[in-house]
């Protein structure tokens, strides 16, 4: 049985795709330029954890690292 | 003052794609993903006299490194043209900005682009979807392309930039000259900027004493990176800007899906039973057919890819080419309507990332879905011609399409 996910945007990679916040909404907020950066501490609620690897996926910057604990 | 008569390069046809290319050649503009795949098997960067010396990186990789490589690859020329004109300061920030100047000229416009922005202008683009579509519903045909996909873009743009959405044919000339004609003809690129600069500056003057909460007054009132006002010339090069990247290029891109699903009823069908499915649509069909190319000029020596990069070169940056590399996308030349892993880069990679982005997402897909509530059936019309257009941005000029006529 997986671990608990927990997901990290780098500020230095997100270039505002905006592809993490379509894919997985409930995982990822937008700032006024429209830059990504993920809810609360990262921890992923269960049930969407396919989200957050179809998220790390889909980011052009590569730029969503996602643990397991 | 010379008597000689100035005569552009000729541009004869290509003979030997592996060591010359020619993306205005009607071979490229025919079919460009045969020729590129051909290509990929020689090297990952391939190089041309043409355009005073031109390299063009034909996989994703090459492609990634050069977008992020900001120091050897510079911004200040962004077009492939026979000639080189001469730089001018702020011509368009930040899509002709380097770093430092890049980010704070990029910041000034990231905030009317965001995907909460765009909700708020969807409705007008729905409306504006619809009544394009009132005009030839009952004729069971017409031109996908020019009565359709050619005036969205334009109409949405100018509704946020406050100039009036009928002046758009204006502007569809303007940016013919200016990316089409104006890669052989200078002096078609130098009128439409003289003219678009002029139109500008009308706007720019009656928002001095009556300011309006539109995108032309959001500029005016933004501060440089010293807290200063912008100069009348950035101000007019980002407006520049906005029009010419706003338009040609989405244009382009929802002309490309519904000649895409003009042609392919299974996916046209699917998209109709299944509208959940619409988000990864969009994203496939910006892979298979991006429509934007753009360039940098080589500053300093380099190597990508283990190709040898010489200074005083342009590169034509092809993320059409990235986006169709098999070594990053399995089926790269297949339309996958479900792709799961699509980090394409039709938009760009890295800081150049296209400031909207989200706008040209949303009309597409307020496009696509508009026009199959309305016209779910429908299928190229054997009796007519599809027209590429030619150069860097490339989306179908000409695509005449038949439906049954709405009873």
């Not at chain 1, 230095?12 to 894919?23: E, I, M, P, T, V």
């Not at chain 2, 500008?200 to 995108?215: C, M, N, S, V, Y």
């Not at chain 2, 003009?262 to 499915?277: G, H, I, K, S």
Request: proline share 8%.
């Amino acid at each position: 049985m997986a671990g608990k996910l927990k997901i990290h945007v780098d500020q230095d990679k997100c270039q505002g795709h905006a592809r993490c916040k379509s894919l997985a909404p409930e995982l990822f907020e937008l700032d006024e330029f429209g830059n990504a950066h993920e809810v609360g501490d990262g921890s992923v609620p269960p049930g969407l954890e396919d989200k957050a690897w179809l998220a790390q996926t889909n980011c052009p910057e590569i730029a969503i690292e996602v643990t397991e604990e | 003052m010379s008597d000689s008569v100035r005569v552009l390069p000729a541009h004869p046809p290509v003979t030997d794609w592996v060591h010359d290319f020619d993306h205005t050649d009607p071979r490229w503009t025919e079919d460009p993903f045969a020729i590129w795949d051909e290509l990929r098997k020689e090297s990952p960067v391939v190089h041309t006299n043409r355009f005073q010396g031109c390299y063009l990186p034909i996989t994703y990789e090459a492609v990634r490194e050069i977008a992020h490589d900001t120091e050897h690859f510079s911004s200040r020329r962004v077009v492939v043209r026979d000639e080189r004109p001469e730089v001018q300061r702020n011509a368009a920030p930040p899509i002709t900005s380097d770093p430092p100047e890049h980010k704070p000229a990029k910041q000034l416009l990231l905030p009317p682009f965001t995907p909460d922005a765009m909700k708020k202008l969807e409705p007008r683009v729905r409306a504006i979807c619809n009544e394009l579509i009132d005009e030839f519903i009952a004729d069971g045909k017409c031109d996908a392309a020019s009565d359709y996909a050619k005036y969205i873009p334009v109409r949405a743009i100018a509704h946020m930039l406050g100039i009036p959405e009928q002046d758009g044919d204006l502007f569809i000339g303007w940016i013919h000259q200016i990316l089409e004609l104006g890669i052989k003809d200078e002096s078609q690129l130098m009128q439409a900027v003289q003219e678009m600069s002029a139109y500008f500056a009308g706007h720019i003057e009656t928002r001095k004493t009556q300011p309006t909460d539109d995108l032309i007054s959001t500029l005016m009132k933004a501060k440089g990176r010293n807290g200063e006002p912008l100069e009348d010339s950035h101000v007019m090069g980002s407006l520049r800007l906005l029009l010419i990247a706003g338009i040609d290029t989405t244009w382009s891109a929802i002309g490309s899906a519904l000649w895409h699903l003009a042609r392919t009823p299974a996916d046209r069908e699917r998209l109709v039973r299944e509208p959940q499915l619409m988000p990864l649509a969009v994203e496939e069909l910006l892979r298979a057919y991006s429509p934007v190319t753009m360039a940098r000029e080589v500053m300093k020596e380099t190597t990508i890819s283990g190709c040898p990069i010489k200074p005083g070169n342009m590169v034509l940056l092809s993320f059409p080419a990235a986006n169709r590399d098999p070594a990053m996308f399995p089926d790269a030349d297949k339309v996958v309507l479900d792709r799961k892993e699509n980090r394409h880069a039709a938009f760009g990679l890295g800081i150049h990332r296209c400031v909207g982005s989200n706008m040209a997402r949303m009309e597409m897909t307020v496009a696509i879905e508009e026009w199959l509530k309305r016209i779910p059936d429908f299928r190229l019309d054997p009796a007519g011609k599809v027209r590429w257009s030619e150069g860097t941005v490339r989306g179908p000029r000409q695509l005449p399409v038949l439906f049954p006529k709405a009873s």
